[in-house]
């Protein structure tokens, strides 16, 4: 009878059988932190719902294309028996200058949020009037030219908008004469009796969006300058600025492009081209994105829980005393618990803070729980350092942005070598009769 529990207690107590054990356990959890990972995938989808219908109810992202010069051309093909028909001219500008200045919010829907913004935009420049259709038989419509200008959401427009020439002010009226060039926006009746060479304008309005704001350079000299108080912005499009300026009160962005920049000519028939392609402007980013550093933080669940358990290995061994496997399962399930504590407190307190609070948490409750264990409390202090130190060597990862994927493989090299260190001096692989020796 004393042999068979002298037995049971060595099968209880087998080094072997618990790593065996605590590796199924291991991969076991890896199912409860999937589902955190889609909880908080699910998450950042409404987020991005709410933003989408907050940009619908106030406006969406804008691109401001123009404004262009359309001249009608009748042509009269040279083939016998063809019937006439219309081609309508698109002039570029010969020199175009914006200057925006950009007042942003933040709207809240629930404790989700978006930036929107309205921008004060001034454009001024010139047009120069080419030779239109030297080589066929034509008549140009001067009397049905107009003007047209891309605004991507004409809900975001602010009043009343008009287009200042040489001779006259010209009222905007909604939509396109032509679909040739943008999908919406506004048109100007030109009202040319004759030819001219060269006209100069200028339009001032007011336009409301949400997340960017994006140019698109048609003068065969494009300047664009940018003011907004917002202090986060990310450019983008074909183009950088030429110019920039960010600090904690806002920033400054100038552009200056040509004509041999872009992918378009100055003056063309029908829809040859599409302009929007080459725009560039800026867009309005929240300074912290808590979802995808929560998501990113849970794809390390699997090292906090193997470090863990190695560490508790390590202290069973070094103190003589034992812990059930069943106790190690109680200690992953709070390191799990972590995850899905921190993005839910991250929704309200933003990451940083969410971080500190759902570590300090985590870190208390598990070495409280080892404290009632472990009779040394050296050992509760080393794990207790152990995970103080995970989770700082997380949180520098998730800050390190550029430099994440390096800094956590030399992290994990160290760790290692640690261990490596650690397993020798305990004497890890010593042989079976030598193990049961300590653990009895």
């Known amino acids: 009878m004393k042999i068979e529990i002298d037995e049971n207690k060595k099968w209880q107590h087998s080094l072997t059988i618990k790593m065996v054990l605590l590796a199924f356990f291991g991969l076991f959890l890896l199912i409860p932190l999937e589902m955190i990972k889609l909880i908080i995938k699910e998450r950042q989808k409404t987020s991005e719902d709410v933003k989408k219908e907050i940009a619908f109810q106030w406006a969406g992202q804008q691109s401001i294309t123009g404004p262009v010069l359309n001249i009608p051309v009748r042509m009269f093909p040279s083939k016998k028996d063809a019937e006439p028909y219309i081609s309508v001219f698109h002039i570029m500008p010969e020199t175009l200058k914006v200057r925006g200045e950009i007042q942003t919010?933040?709207?809240?829907?629930?404790?989700?949020?978006?930036?929107?913004?309205?921008?004060?935009?001034?454009?001024?420049?010139?047009f120069v009037i080419p030779e239109l259709n030297k080589d066929e038989k034509s008549e140009i419509l001067w009397k049905d030219a107009y003007y047209t200008a891309g605004i991507s959401d004409n809900r975001g427009l602010k009043g009343?908008?008009?287009l200042k020439t040489d001779?006259?002010?010209?009222e905007a009226i909604p939509g396109l004469k032509d679909p040739d060039l943008f999908r919406s926006g506004i048109s100007f009746p030109a009202n040319l009796s004759a030819k001219r060479d060269s006209i100069s304008f200028s339009m001032h309005f007011n336009v409301s969006g949400s997340e960017g704001l994006s140019f698109t350079p048609i003068g065969k000299s494009t300047e664009i300058n940018l003011l907004s108080k917002w202090n986060s912005p990310g450019f983008t499009?074909?183009?950088?600025?030429?110019?920039?300026?960010?600090?904690?009160?806002?920033?400054?962005?100038?552009?200056?492009?040509?004509?041999?920049?872009?992918?378009?000519?100055?003056?063309?028939?029908?829809?040859?081209?599409?302009?929007?392609?080459?725009?560039?402007?800026?867009?309005?980013i929240l300074p912290v994105d808590h979802y995808q550093k929560s998501l990113r933080s849970a794809k390390y669940g699997i090292l906090f829980i193997a470090l863990t358990f190695l560490a508790l290995i390590f202290a069973e061994m070094a103190a003589k005393e034992r812990i059930h496997v069943f106790q190690c399962l109680l200690v992953s399930l709070g390191l799990v618990l972590f995850f899905s504590l921190l993005n839910a407190l991250s929704e309200y307190t933003g990451f940083n803070l969410a971080y500190l609070i759902s570590a300090s948490a985590t870190i208390i409750l598990i070495s409280y729980f080892l404290r009632n264990i472990f009779k040394k409390g050296l050992t509760v202090l080393l794990i207790s350092g152990l995970l103080v130190f995970l989770y700082s060597f997380i949180f520098i990862l998730l800050t390190l942005n550029d430099y994440a994927y390096l800094a956590g493989n030399i992290g994990l090299f160290v760790l290692l070598a640690v261990t490596m260190k650690m397993s020798v001096r305990l004497e890890l692989f010593k042989s079976q009769k030598e193990i049961e020796n300590t653990v009895h």
């Open 105 to 126: 919010e933040k709207r809240h829907r629930s404790i989700y949020q978006a930036v929107v913004y309205t921008a004060d935009i001034n454009i001024s420049g010139n």
């Open 160 to 162: 009343k908008i008009w």
């Open 167 to 170: 001779s006259e002010n010209l």
């Open 237 to 284: 499009g074909n183009f950088l600025p030429l110019e920039r300026k960010v600090n904690e009160s806002g920033f400054e962005a100038k552009w200056l492009i040509t004509n041999l920049n872009r992918n378009f000519p100055q003056v063309w028939a029908g829809s040859a081209f599409n302009p929007a392609n080459d725009s560039f402007g800026v867009d309005f």
